[in-house]
């Protein structure tokens, strides 16, 4: 059973439907992350309601982001089942970890074979951030730091492994292309997404290291979240403001003179920039606490100008990269997955959807984020075979699923949005 976290009749904005739509789905939501409990862990998407080919038997695996992102947005639940597979993900993953220090993308359900890459063979960085992320999560909400402790040289091998992709000292990751969640994308080098989450596994782990009583490594990490954040806002923020900082501008600080910016961009490299937006790295940059709220109002008000909850909540990229377009990439047609408005390309995402509902509400719009909530549960409902198949995505202008059945992280989204929206004041620290 869960606590009582989610009152729907105390939407007085909503009418009755509306409000019978989010206790459905609510319900509904819990089945469908049941429906990805495995011994092993969560699966990424429901193993009995999914046909696989090709490369999609990777689908049934334990995957370290999937899988912790679940953890993290089900701490709230006293399902002991949900417990138990929350606990098993990350033993699964940590079993596997290289020497190096490397976490696996994901561990083959069926045999226990890890894949460390991701398409193509190039190394997944997201997955090992969102271990130690959802890892001190799990520990702080269950106060209970004996799965950190067993774990805790094998999680400063990968907090080692991780810090070398800063290969020149400046703060920020360098990324090789096509490394984290869109791993059929073009992004590479200074990616937001990727350098949002290093600044959070900086400061878990700060807490990690306090909780196990080493305060000094502790201190070193905490001193490296305040450079890592500096040098984020400067490099994504694109700004006319002089900082009087005494440092002298670089080629790659005056590449990209776009005035003054309305959203964090996208990537930034020595040679290169990208001013998409990126809808999912915006949302967590204000929901880890890395960006101010003043700030994430302009980035709101772009982003609710552009639509990108139209037809529903929300598009991962905006706007998406047309054929043609210098961003293009010739391996975007790979299963005809990256078309523009499909997937990674500006496709619709429930899980994205879920922060989006999330980071209204954290901005003091509780009534306009109950009305993008019903969306997002109106997009939950829709199904290929049936209603509430909690979609992996969807097409970004029809709306329609594309993606696999009982996505675990899709479900898992909607039930943080409804305990954030009920249960959680918009001024408590922030978390994930």
Same mark, same amino acid.
């Given at each position: 059973?869960?606590?009582?976290?989610?009152?729907?009749?105390?939407?007085?904005?909503?009418?009755?439907?509306?409000?019978?739509?989010?206790?459905?789905?609510?319900?509904?939501?819990?089945?469908?992350?049941?429906?990805?409990?495995?011994?092993?862990?969560?699966?990424?998407?429901?193993?009995?309601?999914?046909?696989?080919?090709?490369?999609?038997?990777?689908?049934?695996?334990?995957?370290?982001?999937?899988?912790?992102?679940?953890?993290?947005?089900?701490?709230?639940?006293?399902?002991?089942?949900?417990?138990?597979?929350?606990?098993?993900?990350?033993?699964?993953?940590?079993?596997?970890?290289?020497?190096?220090?490397?976490?696996?993308?994901?561990?083959?359900?069926?045999?226990?074979?890890?894949?460390? /890459?991701?398409?193509?063979?190039?190394?997944?960085?997201?997955?090992?951030?969102?271990?130690?992320?959802?890892?001190?999560?799990?520990?702080?909400?269950?106060?209970?730091?004996?799965? /950190? /402790?067993?774990?805790?040289?094998?999680?400063?091998?990968?907090?080692?492994?991780?810090?070398?992709?800063?290969?020149?000292?400046?703060?920020?990751?360098?990324?090789?292309?096509?490394?984290?969640?869109?791993?059929?994308?073009?992004?590479?080098?200074?990616?937001?997404?990727?350098?949002?989450?290093?600044?959070?596994?900086?400061?878990?782990?700060?807490?990690?290291?306090?909780?196990?009583?080493?305060?000094?490594?502790?201190?070193?990490?905490?001193?490296?979240?305040?450079?890592?954040?500096?040098?984020?806002?400067?490099?994504?923020?694109?700004?006319?403001?002089?900082?009087?900082?005494?440092?002298?501008?670089?080629?790659?600080?005056?590449?990209?003179?776009?005035?003054?910016?309305?959203?964090?961009?996208?990537?930034?490299?020595?040679?290169?920039?990208?001013?998409?937006?990126?809808?999912?790295?915006?949302?967590?940059?204000?929901?880890?606490?890395?960006?101010?709220?003043?700030?994430?109002?302009?980035?709101?008000?772009?982003?609710?100008?552009?639509?990108?909850?139209?037809?529903?909540?929300?598009?991962?990229?905006?706007?998406?990269?047309?054929?043609?377009?210098?961003?293009?990439?010739?391996?975007?047609?790979?299963?005809?997955?990256?078309?523009?408005?499909?997937?990674?390309?500006?496709?619709?995402?429930?899980?994205?959807?879920?922060?989006?509902?999330?980071?209204?509400?954290?901005?003091?719009?509780?009534?306009?984020?109950?009305?993008?909530?019903?969306?997002?549960?109106?997009?939950?409902?829709?199904?290929?075979?049936?209603?509430?198949?909690?979609?992996?995505?969807?097409?970004?202008?029809?709306?329609?699923?594309?993606?696999?059945?009982?996505?675990?992280?899709?479900?898992?989204?909607?039930?943080?949005?409804?305990?954030?929206?009920?249960?959680?004041?918009?001024?408590?620290?922030?978390?994930?």
């Amino acid at each position: 059973m869960a606590k009582i976290h989610f009152r729907p009749e105390e939407y007085r904005s909503l009418n009755q439907e509306e409000r019978e739509l989010l206790a459905e789905g609510y319900l509904r939501a819990i089945e469908a992350v049941r429906k990805n409990v495995t011994p092993s862990g969560f699966s990424a998407c429901s193993l009995t309601d999914n046909v696989v080919y090709g490369t999609d038997a990777n689908y049934r695996s334990v995957w370290a982001r999937d899988g912790a992102i679940t953890a993290l947005w089900t701490l709230d639940l006293e399902d002991e089942d949900i417990r138990r597979a929350q606990v098993a993900t990350f033993e699964t993953l940590l079993s596997k970890q290289s020497p190096t220090g490397q976490i696996p993308a994901n561990v083959r359900i069926e045999t226990g074979q890890p894949d460390y /890459a991701g398409v193509g063979g190039i190394a997944s960085i997201d997955s090992v951030m969102w271990i130690i992320i959802g890892l001190v999560h799990l520990c702080e909400a269950r106060d209970d730091w004996s799965l /950190a /402790a067993r774990h805790a040289a094998g999680l400063q091998r990968a907090m080692d492994w991780l810090g070398a992709h800063d290969s020149n000292g400046c703060g920020l990751l360098e990324i090789p292309e096509a490394s984290d969640w869109a791993d059929l994308f073009g992004f590479s080098y200074h990616v937001l997404y990727d350098e949002v989450l290093w600044y959070r596994t900086i400061d878990c782990f700060v807490r990690l290291a306090d909780k196990l009583g080493d305060h000094e490594k502790a201190e070193g990490y905490r001193k490296h979240a305040a450079f890592v954040r500096k040098k984020f806002l400067k490099t994504f923020w694109p700004t006319t403001v002089q900082e009087n900082d005494g440092e002298c501008s670089s080629f790659t600080d005056t590449q990209y003179s776009l005035g003054d910016a309305r959203y964090l961009v996208a990537q930034v490299s020595p040679f290169s920039f990208s001013w998409r937006c990126d809808v999912c790295g915006n949302l967590l940059a204000y929901l880890t606490g890395l960006l101010d709220k003043d700030r994430a109002l302009m980035t709101f008000r772009f982003l609710w100008g552009c639509g990108v909850n139209d037809p529903w909540p929300v598009k991962n990229l905006y706007p998406p990269v047309q054929a043609g377009d210098p961003e293009w990439r010739s391996y975007y047609t790979v299963n005809l997955l990256n078309l523009p408005n499909h997937y990674h390309n500006g496709g619709l995402w429930p899980f994205i959807g879920s922060m989006w509902v999330r980071f209204i509400y954290r901005l003091g719009m509780p009534e306009l984020a109950q009305r993008e909530l019903v969306k997002l549960a109106k997009l939950c409902k829709l199904g290929q075979a049936q209603p509430w198949e909690f979609n992996e995505w969807h097409h970004g202008t029809t709306g329609r699923p594309m993606g696999k059945h009982y996505q675990a992280w899709s479900a898992a989204g909607f039930i943080r949005a409804c305990h954030d929206l009920e249960a959680v004041p918009s001024e408590i620290s922030h978390a994930i």
